[in-house]
């Protein structure tokens, strides 16, 4: 790997993310054995620093450390002295001071692991900065399309939603444009980013548009907590006019496949038919989640090789 830290997938190189997609494969075996541990990173310590909420992505985290055998500490922002008004960077440098290898920052900042990562001297790892990125969910997003499609070049790819507070959408759209997928994006104006054309996709207004023909359909949530203002009508109207369900979804090839990082807000940006129906991978992503993270933790923490 040419970087140190895991901050975002825009200057990472498509040979980097194909390393990391390759060695997630390898992880997945580990997690279906009787005992699911291997010594990789015995002696290594991993701090998981969430400043914001998050069910998957520090559940598979820690589940990813103790599989490779490192100690894992979960720090909430809830528990942490933060509440008592320290500043991110006397947490970051008093985390560091007890050595870690690697810490692990989810921040409803953008830039907030970069920040870190200047201040310490353990790996940091992006799980999710604000508006900015979510390298690792764009990870295990294109492990999943290329488990079940065989290849990423080539494909369609249409992420339909809130795509302004997305950095699900700013990391994958960085990776998938890297490994070759052409990517379209459909939301209502209010909730697409200024120029995001220049990312290199193709930018829709209507769900039905961005789904006719599309090999993997990517839904992502209204990020209410990122919101500042009036975006929407209501969420009623979005479902309406934007969101997924049993009948726009066959506009899609007939073995497109449906993705979503989680939490999914069901009846609104998708109908449980579709998030629980025959074409769903979600909980396949989920998954490649634990795999990608052993495979980032292992990268950056460095560790002898997975028994
Ligand atoms: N996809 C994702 O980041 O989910 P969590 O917020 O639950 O970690």
Redesign the pocket.
């Known amino acids: 790997m040419s970087q140190r830290h895991l901050l975002g997938i825009e200057h990472l190189t498509r040979a980097e993310l194909v390393e990391m997609m390759d060695l997630a494969d390898s992880m997945l075996e580990i997690s279906e054995r009787p005992i699911k541990k291997v010594p990789t990173l015995r002696g290594k310590t991993v701090i998981n620093y969430f400043a914001e909420?998050?069910?998957?992505?520090?559940t598979s985290f820690e589940i990813a450390g103790k599989r490779l055998s490192a100690d894992v500490i979960n720090v909430s922002e809830a528990t942490s002295s933060s509440k008592k008004g320290e500043t991110l960077l006397d947490t970051a440098k008093n985390l560091d001071a007890m050595a870690p290898d690697v810490i692990v920052v989810?921040h409803s900042a953008s830039g907030a692991a970069r920040f870190v990562a200047q201040h310490v001297r353990a790996a940091v790892v992006n799980?999710?900065d604000g508006q900015h990125e979510?390298p690792t969910?764009a990870l295990l997003d294109c492990a999943t399309i290329r488990k079940h499609k065989g290849r990423i070049d080539g494909l369609a790819v249409s992420i339909i939603g809130d795509v302004a507070h997305s950095r699900?959408a700013r990391s994958d759209i960085h990776a998938l444009t890297k490994l070759g997928a052409t990517v379209t994006v459909a939301g209502p104006r209010a909730l697409m980013p200024v120029g995001i054309e220049a990312m290199g996709v193709t930018v829709l207004e209507r769900t039905e548009a961005a789904l006719e023909g599309a090999d993997v359909v990517m839904v992502l949530r209204l990020q209410h907590e990122r919101m500042a203002g009036g975006f929407i009508t209501s969420t009623r109207d979005y479902s309406k006019s934007f969101g997924v369900n049993p009948r726009n979804i066959e506009l899609a090839k007939p073995d497109a496949i449906v993705m979503h990082?989680?939490?999914i807000n069901r009846g609104v940006e998708m109908e449980p038919e579709v998030a629980d129906g025959r074409r769903s991978v979600i909980l396949e992503q989920v998954t490649y989640g634990v795999a990608v993270r052993m495979a980032v933790l292992y990268l950056f923490a460095g560790g002898s090789p997975a028994a």
């Not at 909420?53 to 520090?58: F, G, I, K, L, Y």
Request: no cysteine; hydrophobic share 15%; glycine share 14%.
């Open positions: 909420p998050s069910t998957r992505t520090r989810r799980a999710g979510h969910q699900v990082p989680g939490p």
